[in-house]
């Protein structure tokens, strides 16, 4: 059987812990498809362009990793890509009462695709990329937290602010 999982979010930017949890899907899964969210709605700090550009470089490693973007329902993303699987990840207790919702609507608006939650690795349960904005705009150090190549994005974006 060939299964094929996504894993959506905005990666605003991301982090060494979206990069983990992929990682170890790439390991369970035949293909990963990390679908970068166009996220109109929201005002990222890297636009669409530079978020899948940031994706891509910190999975090209992975040779069964595909980075797409989407501007769509998630289920007709997973559906377009031959995906049968959600890939969520869970910090904490208060990450599922939202995933438990989601993973809800997406069974109600795609019956065959099911939802799957991986926690992350220790290091990385503490990891979101809001933080790690706020942590680089003001001058902090991030490299504990993302890829080199996203550290140095980051490190653009806020040259001369805060």
């Known amino acids: 059987m060939n299964v094929t999982a996504i894993y959506p979010g905005t990666f605003d930017p991301i982090t060494l812990g979206h990069a983990d949890l992929v990682g170890r899907a790439s390991r369970i899964f035949d293909r990963v498809i990390l ?14 362009g530079e978020r899948l550009a940031l994706a ?11 980075v797409v973007g989407f501007n769509s329902l998630l289920v007709d993303c997973a559906r377009t890509h ?12 208060s990450d599922f009462e939202f995933e438990f919702q989601m993973a809800g609507m997406n069974r109600s608006l795609g019956p065959e695709i099911e ?3 991986l926690t992350p690795g220790e290091s990385y349960a503490f ?6 904005r706020e942590i680089a705009k003001f001058g902090g ?6 890829p080199g190549h996203v550290r140095a994005a980051l490190m653009r974006k806020f040259a001369g602010s805060g």
Not at 59 to 65: I, K, S, T
Not at 141 to 146: I, K, M
């Open 56 to 66: 891509r470089e910190a999975v090209a490693e992975m040779p069964n990793v595909e």
């Open 141 to 146: 150090d991030v490299s504990a937290f993302v």
């Open 115 to 117: 939802t799957i939650f």
């Open 35 to 48: 679908a970068v969210a166009e996220s109109k709605a929201k005002t990222p700090l890297f636009d669409f």
């Open 127 to 132: 990891l979101s990329s809001s933080v790690i």
């Open 82 to 93: 031959g995906a049968t699987v959600i890939l969520r990840g869970l910090r904490a207790v």
